[in-house]
């Protein structure tokens, strides 16, 4: 079978043995380790657990969306898993490589509050267009609400008083983020808000779903 594309270990692994030379590790590996906070050993046993499951060597949206739904069984994941898919996508390619996962992982996960406050502000700009609208904010919050099964179905008494509370929610938020008040967030509006809010920032550090 072909090597899947970004390929940064295999088997190559970088191996010290008193009768052999090491052998070299790929440069793919070296630069993965330096874009990210991994160590190669990290690295290694993710690839090898990415490529088990994704032998193409790439996640397609549909096969994201199933893994959000087994761990959001009571919930509809299908909407937040797509823009959390798109923020994972960083080249727009419709599909998610190893080292596109490996990247946005690490920030994640062990990336500062800064940098994962830029990684959230990617997620809510829908259109990627550098700025965050209202109608993006609010198709977010919708998501959030529908992958934790906080939303009634649509059309009914409960759900015209879900969608009521996520607009005020959706006006608080903006209200706060919207400096300016111009009727868009920007990502240096973004930033400076949520750096300020001690809930938020508690939140990123245990990286919750929502603002």
């Not at 549909?62 to 509809?76: L, M, Q, T």
């Not at 920007?186 to 938020?200: A, H, P, R, Y």
Request: aromatic share 10%; glycine share 6%; proline share 6%.
């Amino acid at each position: 079978m072909a090597t899947p594309p970004e390929s940064p270990v295999e088997e190559h692994a970088y191996e010290l043995e008193p009768s052999r030379t090491p052998k070299p590790i790929p440069v793919a590996l070296e630069e993965l380790c330096r874009q990210t906070k991994f160590s190669k050993q990290e690295i290694r046993v993710m690839y090898r657990g990415f490529k088990t499951e994704c032998p193409e060597g790439v996640v397609h949206e549909e096969s994201f969306k199933d893994i959000y739904a087994k761990f959001f069984p009571h919930g509809n994941s299908a909407l937040y898993a797509h823009y959390v898919f798109k923020a994972f996508d960083v080249n727009c390619s419709g599909a998610i490589s190893f080292r596109e996962l490996l990247v946005t992982l690490s920030t994640l996960l062990r990336g500062s509050v800064y940098e994962r406050l830029r990684w959230a502000f990617r997620l809510y700009d829908v259109d990627g267009d550098g700025a965050i609208t209202r109608q993006e904010l609010a198709e977010v919050v919708v998501a959030v609400h529908e992958l934790l099964g906080r939303r009634a179905p649509p059309g009914s008494p409960a759900g015209r008083l879900d969608d009521a509370k996520a607009n005020e929610q959706v006006d608080r938020v903006f209200r706060k983020l919207d400096l300016n008040q111009d009727g868009v967030i920007t990502i240096e509006e973004f930033l400076e808000s949520c750096l300020k809010d001690d809930v938020i920032t508690r939140s990123l550090q245990m990286f919750d779903t929502g603002l």
